[in-house]
């Protein structure tokens, strides 16, 4: 299977910071890397496919890159309604794999 | 508008069974993939299994292999995941998620999940 390593698992901003969460797959998963957003209690809401396509609706604050295997999610300027938890996802193969999670906290 | 449901969520002893259900409704449900995603307390999401469009092919994690089975029906707008031989470690919040028709593999919705808890 393929792993994917997500850092940090946790990370405290304030609002209007920029902040950057990576992504890194054990092996070449072309640009086939999903980012999420989760609040407590809710289900996952897709943000970005293939490394940085933005979904319909999602704000441009949010941006994704990638180089090789090492991903990138970008949120130019934090906002009160980021604060959630951030998976990544390969969908270069099955089994899916989700990167651990971080945690965007308020400082 | 794209709706999946899930039902079927409760209490189980170690050792027992469940069916969960998903009710699709809101586009071709046979035309899509669908994936079971599973989140334990606390805990990140796990793929859990997947089924093509016509359930010719099932995937699994290596962890429910052999005690859970996916299925669907397409008459009824319908995934499954039968559940058996239960432990402690598949408690969770169990999420059905349809993956996306194009060729990204993403999984563009998903349920309100339902929870499966495992005690005696």
């Known amino acids: 299977d393929i792993q994917m390593t997500q850092s940090p698992s946790s990370l405290s901003a304030s609002v209007g910071d920029r902040v950057t969460i990576t992504c890194r797959a054990s092996q070449s998963i072309d640009s086939y890397l999903n980012w999420y957003q989760q609040k407590p209690g809710k289900a996952p809401k897709l943000l970005i496919d293939t490394a940085s396509s933005l979904q319909s609706g999602v704000p441009s604050r949010f941006s994704g890159s990638r180089s090789g295997t090492d991903f990138t999610l970008t949120i130019s300027t934090l906002q009160p309604e980021d604060f959630a938890t951030y998976y990544c996802?390969?969908?270069?193969?099955?089994?899916?794999?989700f990167g651990q999670g971080t945690k965007v906290e308020i400082k | 508008e794209v709706q999946l449901v899930e039902s079927g969520g409760g209490l189980v002893q170690p050792g027992g069974s469940l069916r969960l259900s998903c009710a699709a409704s809101g586009f071709t449900f046979s035309a899509y993939a669908m994936h079971w995603v599973r989140q334990a307390p606390g805990k990140g999401l796990e793929f859990v299994s997947a089924?093509?469009?016509?359930?010719?092919?099932?995937y699994y994690a290596n962890s429910v292999k052999g005690r859970f089975t996916i299925s669907r029906d397409n008459s009824k707008n319908t995934l499954y995941l039968q559940m058996g031989s239960l432990r402690a470690e598949d408690m969770a919040v169990f999420y059905c998620a349809r993956e996306s028709y194009d060729t990204s593999g993403k999984n563009d919705y998903w349920g309100q999940g339902t929870l499966v808890t495992v005690a005696s």
């Open positions: 996802q390969q969908s270069y193969n099955t089994p899916r794999t």
């Open positions: 089924i093509n469009y016509n359930g010719g092919r099932t």
